[in-house]
Nanobody, 123 residues
Framework: QVQLVESGGGLVQAGGSLRLSCATS????????MSWFRQAPGKEREFVAA????????YYADNVKGRFTISRDNAKNTVYLQMNSLKPEDTALYYC????????????????WGQGTQVTVSS
């Protein structure tokens, strides 16, 4: 019922910036909380950032806080991840996911995932 399509990944030098986009299908579903995750080869998937359905509340993993900014445009059914001051350790496949609630929760569950967009940061 809901499809998520990420875009905006690419190859950048350390210290550079990228803006990832996650387009969602269905205007009504764009009001759910959304999150970004990432996974590097051989590593576990890790949480990056989350945003409430309204876009007012945001939460970030400690290792991206101050560098990444999550935002959303509900009219466009799209969430974004602005990534600044990129480091080689940010290299990963980035996924967006739709939560099963409007508000952010510590035990958040997700019911839809995108295919991912690759971010590679060179030294």
């Amino acid at each position: 019922q809901v499809q998520l399509v990420e875009s905006g990944g690419g190859l950048v030098q350390a210290g550079g910036s990228l803006r990832l986009s996650c387009a969602t299908s269905g205007r009504t579903f764009s009001m759910y909380a959304m999150s970004w995750f990432r996974q590097a080869p051989g590593k576990e998937r890790e949480f990056v950032a989350a945003i409430s359905g309204s876009g007012i509340t945001k939460y970030y993993a400690d290792n991206v806080k101050g560098r990444f900014t999550i935002s959303r445009d509900n009219a466009k059914n799209t969430v974004y991840l602005q990534m600044n001051s990129l480091k080689p350790e940010d290299t990963a496949l980035y996924y967006c996911a739709r939560a099963t609630a409007v508000v952010l929760r510590v035990d958040q569950q997700y019911d839809s995932w995108g295919q991912g967009t690759q971010v590679t940061v060179s030294s």
